[in-house]
């Protein structure tokens, strides 16, 4: 192992000095950079100061913990050694390769430097930025006195990183400390809300901004009435459009595209109007949301006539966005040739979003073909992609092919994104994955999951089977359907609140065909409704009935 990271390191010392002799290099006293012409000119720090940041990247990429000392030592003796970006990336070095000791002693020379809160800071948001939010989080806890600074530079580094339940954990501790949130803190953890659907949170949230009287602006506006929409609330995302300040386009727009998760085209569409009315001009955010908004609801002509309305009435040129959504618009509607002219036709290279786009539409009207050319034209496909083209196959019965596309998946390691789902309640985020069996209350939940499956078939609920992998026996394709972790989401939902309560799970990936049929006859059954928010948009389950009609 030790031989083979030392192999790796060979490019890393060339980026440290590639003029001179490695040799040379490690055991100078003196770091053979001459060649920047230092003489204390800004530039030439600026350029040292760069390369040094290249050569840590490449020794956290090769795991060359050799090289990382020698260039620790280098950032001391260059004067470099209070530098919190410089700091911070060799912290997570030390710690992707696995010197434990040495990124103690760097952060145990941190804190000796007694620089201040605002030094701390700026090393903080240096981890955050570089994605370890670990280490930032155990550098926060040594800080000795945080300010808000600091709260806002780790819940919104939290925010970033896509560690959202994090993030309302450490609002929730700035709340009970001494020090008052801001709107810098509100505006991140409202992100976390939103993104997490979690509508209890987003509440108290709300209350407490009330409560301290924060200012409003538009930023703020937007992000309230994206998170009550992505909480499932988009009536009270409109009441709140209502009641502020939209001369912002960024407001208008948070409010179209929460209609358009919603299936609420019509909205939409009479809420793009009315912004045109109050002249206040869409950008490009503005044309995603409403193209958004005609592919989940089949308006074909349209997405087309706003297609052309950026260029013609705006002079919006079309970004890949735009062209994403006029590829999925038409995929979804089955003209699976026209969304491939207009790929063809595109004025920017497509992007893997656009194939992904044409490849879903494939797998929905069973055309293996032309989901063979998308895939194709995907410089690294993901496992969802090739679990869309196996899928394809298996919808048309070809068992051969779609087993030949799981042993690609094999030979090229690609690994199935596992689909997970959560709820909230009572303000704690419950989340399970593909049969879960972590959970403290797993045996109660497949209780429950199994008497309502039994329920459903004999109020007549047939299991949709077709997308189960390979030609085997019903039972065994029942079996796999039954642990999707929407329903042991829903199962737990049902388990822990009264009859007629309303349940919201929310789920990384698309909902499958058996799932949304399940619990249309699950709501049914039980006289609940049921929200769930899956990868692309909300589903309103109520009376055995869905207002997407089926279309997603």
């Keep these: 192992m030790t031989r083979m990271i030392h192999s790796r390191a060979k490019g890393a010392k060339k980026l440290l000095n590639p003029s001179a002799d490695s040799r040379a290099v490690i055991n100078s006293p003196t770091p053979q950079l001459k060649n920047l012409s230092f003489n204390g000119a800004q530039a030439s720090r600026d350029k040292e100061h760069q390369k040094?940041?290249?050569?840590?990247?490449?020794?956290?990429?090769?795991?060359?913990?050799a090289t990382a000392i020698q260039t620790h030592a280098r950032i001391i003796t260059r004067g470099y050694g209070t530098y919190p970006s410089l700091l911070a990336y060799l912290l997570a070095v030390?710690?992707?390769?696995?010197?434990?000791?040495?990124?103690?002693?760097?952060?145990d020379h941190i804190f000796n430097s007694a620089c201040g809160v605002n030094y701390f800071n700026l090393i903080i948001e240096s981890l955050m930025r570089n994605g370890e939010c670990d280490i930032a989080k155990r550098v926060f806890r040594k800080v000795p006195n945080p300010d808000l600074v600091t709260w806002n530079t780790v819940i919104g580094g939290c925010v970033r990183n896509e560690r959202f339940q994090e993030a309302l954990g450490m609002f929730w501790k700035l709340v009970r400390s001494d020090l008052e949130p801001d709107g810098f803190t509100f505006s991140s953890v409202i992100t976390a809300c939103a993104r997490l659907g979690a509508l209890h949170n987003a509440q108290r949230l709300h209350c407490l901004m009330m409560k301290k009287r924060i200012e409003m602006n538009f930023i703020l506006s937007a992000a309230l009435i994206d998170m009550y929409s992505k909480c499932g609330r988009v009536q009270t995302a409109r009441e709140i459009f209502g009641n502020v300040q939209h001369d912002d386009v960024s407001v208008w727009n948070a409010m179209i595209n929460g209609l358009a998760i919603h299936g609420l085209a019509l909205e939409a569409i009479e809420m793009f109007s009315n912004m045109e009315m109050d002249y206040v001009l869409p950008d490009s955010i503005t044309f995603v949301a409403i193209l958004k908004a005609c592919g989940h609801c089949n308006l074909v002509e349209e997405g087309r006539k706003y297609f052309d309305l950026m260029t013609s009435r705006y002079s919006i040129q079309p970004e890949i966005e735009h062209y994403g959504a006029m590829v999925d618009l038409l995929g979804r509607a089955g003209l699976l040739e026209e969304a491939y002219a207009t790929i063809k036709a595109m004025a920017v290279e497509p992007d893997v979003v656009i194939w992904r786009a044409l490849l879903s539409a494939c797998r929905t009207h069973r055309n293996p073909e032309l989901g063979e050319v998308a895939i194709a034209n995907m410089p690294r496909p993901r496992s969802g992609d090739y679990v869309l083209l196996s899928n394809t196959y298996c919808s048309i019965k070809k068992w051969d092919s779609a087993e030949r596309v799981r042993e690609m998946m094999k030979k090229k390691r690609v690994r199935k994104n596992q689909g997970k789902s959560w709820l909230e309640l009572e303000g704690v985020i419950h989340q399970f994955r593909a049969g879960d069996q972590t959970h403290p209350e797993m045996k109660s939940i497949y209780r429950v999951l199994e008497a309502l499956i039994k329920r459903t078939k004999s109020e007549g609920f047939v299991p949709v089977t077709e997308l189960v992998l390979m030609d085997v026996s019903e039972e065994e394709k029942e079996g796999n359907l039954n642990c999707h972790s929407e329903k042991l989401a829903l199962a737990y939902g049902i388990l822990k609140t009264s009859p007629g309560t309303e349940v919201?799970?929310?789920?990384?990936?698309?909902?499958?065909?058996?799932?949304?049929c399940w619990i249309k006859s699950v709501s049914r059954l039980l006289n609940r409704v049921i929200i769930v928010r899956d990868r692309i948009r909300f589903h309103h389950f109520e009376g055995g009935m869905c207002l997407c009609g089926d279309y997603w």
Excluded: E, F, M
């Design 52 to 65: 040094l940041h290249h050569v840590l990247k490449s020794c956290k990429l090769h795991l060359d913990s």
């Design 94 to 107: 030390y710690k992707r390769c696995g010197c434990v000791t040495l990124a103690t002693q760097l952060v």
């Design 504 to 516: 919201r799970i929310s789920k990384n990936l698309r909902i499958c065909h058996d799932c949304h």
